[in-house]
């Protein structure tokens, strides 16, 4: 038993929870540290921010806030079924993708149902699998030698995890925090070998990121042949919102149907579900984002071939490092030096870090810094 009184009252699945720990905050490193000028590298957020279309939509309602939003979202599920070609009823809204992940784990899992997912695969998987009560079922991930995807998802792993207790499988892709990523060919052939009563989430955070005239698997494409599939997106990465929090599960507007039993009413405030709408009208926004990430991707990665360090393959807006060393050391030097990035050892990899691409000047400061620090650990 615990010596924390309501903690020994909590359900045994929450007890034993490990809580998300999020990327420290600029306001607290400088203030720990007494500096200024930190800057944040940590978190994969869009360094140009959010759109313009979206701060004067979220402007123009500022008057309005004293509201309750539509709690059905009509307005957004019309905008995001037009621009995805699916049916608005197929669409559940969250209070971020982090929302829908776990909308789904509290209607489809529980005791003596299980999840299966990669090891490496986003933490939000286990929590809200365990939260819900249900069996966390890990697959083994790709070898760190694999010769195209090292630590990426193993299909073969994955599918041999699900037995007769499997209801769900989460499957990032691209991954985080990783960035690997799975092919077409090999995703749909995959989907295609689980059995009919096992729901596959394809969560596609940071497919925006990917070049729109790559051979990349987009998932939404494929609901009409899937009536288990479930397909999530943010609008937190690539389109700059990730403070309003706003998300959304595509799918058969069955399941959506079941979702929305467990969705909570207002889930998604009345300045997001209109930044939203308005972001999805600026695909210049978009394509400016795309490009500066991937000439980022391209800048850290020649900065770290200089160190002698190198990053696993990645077609989001980050990179994971290898520090060929335990990676606290040289996050701890960094945080001294003002920059913030993110250890990943409670995914399993700690010799590791994980970088968000930030602008030109962010990415030069960081590579400045890590040389500084790893100069000085050696």
């Known amino acids: ?28 490193l400088e203030r720990e540290l007494g500096i200024s000028g930190a800057i944040k590298l940590a978190s994969n957020e869009n360094p140009l921010g959010p759109s313009p279309r979206a701060v004067e939509a979220m402007r123009a309602l500022l008057p309005q806030v004293h509201l309750y939003p539509d709690g059905s979202g009509h307005a957004l599920k019309q905008t995001l079924a037009a621009h995805l070609g699916v049916r608005a009823e197929g669409i559940t809204l969250g209070n971020g993708s982090n929302d829908v992940l776990d909308l789904i784990a509290r209607a489809f899992l529980g005791p003596g149902r299980g999840a299966v997912f990669s090891e490496y695969a986003f933490a939000v998987y286990p929590i809200s699998t365990q939260a819900a009560g249900g069996k966390a ?12 995807q ?74 009409d042949d899937f009536p288990n599939l479930i397909v999530t997106r943010t609008f937190s990465k690539i389109h700059g919102l990730a403070g309003l929090r706003v998300g959304y599960a595509v799918s058969s507007p069955q399941i959506a149907e079941v979702l929305n039993r467990v969705r909570q009413p207002f889930n998604v405030n009345l300045l997001a579900l209109e930044a939203a709408r308005a972001a999805l009208a600026d695909p210049e926004h978009v394509r400016r984002t795309r490009e500066l990430n991937r000439a980022g991707l391209a800048q850290v990665r020649e900065g770290l071939s200089k160190l002698g360090l190198a990053a696993l393959p990645s077609l989001g807006n980050f990179l994971c490092i290898d520090m060929q060393r335990p990676a606290m050391p040289v996050y701890d030097g960094l945080l001294r030096q003002g920059v913030i990035v993110r250890p990943v050892g409670n995914y399993g990899l700690p010799n590791f870090l994980r970088v968000s691409i930030g602008t030109e000047a962010e990415n030069a400061r960081f590579l400045a810094a890590l040389g500084k620090v790893l100069e000085g650990l050696q």
């Open 150 to 223: 090292p630590y990426g998802h193993d299909l073969a792993a994955l599918r041999a995890a699900v037995d007769e207790t499997t209801r769900v499988v989460f499957l990032a892709n691209p991954n985080n925090p990783t960035g690997t990523w799975v092919e077409r060919d090999a995703l749909r052939g995959f989907i295609a070998s689980l059995p009919k009563d096992v729901l596959v989430v394809v969560d596609e955070a940071y497919i925006e990121y990917v070049e729109p005239d790559s051979d990349f698997p987009n998932a939404v494409a494929w609901l």
């Open 137 to 148: 079922q890990i697959a083994r991930a790709l070898p760190p030698d694999h010769p195209t």
């Open 1 to 28: 038993m615990s010596n924390h009184p309501w903690l020994n009252l909590a359900l045994p699945q929450v007890a034993g929870l490990a809580p998300y720990v999020p990327g420290k905050p600029i306001e607290e």
